[in-house]
């Protein structure tokens, strides 16, 4: 079916040669037309409009979408970079408050269209900004599978952590998490798995939990509709969070903390 005939919300199956992400949330965004279908040319005003979809605060979804549009930092080229002083870096976030997050920066200089930048999904993979290693679904960027299609024996493996065999718990998700530790520690030597990345990888469990389940609990039925098909689980009951109860700023800190505590590994 030609992508021009699919309203708006609806489901459709990735087009051929479409950009995808390693985030499957993003990815179900595209594939309900909420951003470009194809994956391409996103900009950031529509990235950002369509995290009201999930049941976000514009709050939270523009902590997440705008430092995305921050310059890649190239963590193999920074340290030819001139040290930024502590005025400066004073004064930059007084201007922008949220280049404080410049590090989950995935836009490339080229990427702009009549002086807008623009994003395709692929470039949320670029190593070092978001993407990072041990996540859930996917391997590591330097493993044969990459870091960004996902991984149908980790999505089973995930699934099967489920206590109960009908939803994923927040401690079910901090026993797999800590398992993905333990064997990417053995299957990639060059593993780079510190605290910052550990914050983003148990920070983006969180949002599921806040935005799918009820912070405490998901569905295994909604897990397997957003990484199985990166599709939002209407189909299986979910509605999003009306926007005086959305996911806000505060609800998604206490439920990163809540998060690493279940996973339960010091650094
Ligand atoms: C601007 C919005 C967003 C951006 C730019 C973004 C970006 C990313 C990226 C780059 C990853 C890959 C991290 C890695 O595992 O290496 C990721 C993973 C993930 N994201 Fe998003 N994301 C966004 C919104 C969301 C939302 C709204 C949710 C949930 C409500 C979400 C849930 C997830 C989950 C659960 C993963 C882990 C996948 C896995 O480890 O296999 N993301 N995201």
Request: with cysteine.
């Amino acid at each position: 079916m030609p992508s021009q005939a699919l309203a708006i919300g609806q489901f459709a199956k990735a087009p051929h040669n479409a950009s995808r992400s390693p985030c499957p949330v993003v990815n179900a965004l595209a594939n309900h037309g909420y951003i470009e279908r194809s994956g391409r040319k996103i900009y950031m005003e529509d990235l950002n409009a369509s995290l009201r979809h999930v049941g976000m605060s514009s709050l939270l979804g523009s902590v997440f979408a705008i430092p995305t549009y921050f310059e890649f930092q190239n963590p193999h080229t920074e340290y030819r970079k001139k040290p930024v002083g502590t005025f400066e870096r004073v004064w930059a976030l007084i201007k922008n408050p949220y280049v404080f997050f410049d590090y989950f920066g995935c836009w490339k200089a080229d990427q702009t269209i009549e002086g807008r930048k623009y994003l395709n999904l692929v470039d949320l993979a670029s190593h070092g900004a978001i993407e990072h290693d041990i996540s859930l679904t996917r391997r590591d960027v330097d493993q044969e599978e990459g870091n960004n299609d996902p991984q149908k024996d980790l999505i089973k493996q995930m699934i099967d952590s489920s206590s109960d065999k009908n939803n994923l718990t927040v401690e079910d998700l901090g026993k797999f998490i800590k398992a993905r530790i333990q064997q990417q520690l053995k299957d990639n030597p060059g593993l780079v798995y510190g605290p910052a990345e550990h914050q983003v990888n148990c920070g983006q469990v969180a949002l599921m939990m806040g935005c799918f389940g009820d912070g405490k609990t998901i569905p295994i039925s909604y897990v397997k509709a957003i990484f199985q098909d990166e599709r939002l689980p209407i189909k299986e009951g979910w509605t999003k969070r009306s926007w005086w109860r959305s996911m806000g700023l505060l609800e998604f800190f206490g439920a990163v903390r809540a998060m690493t505590t279940a996973v339960g590994v010091k650094f």
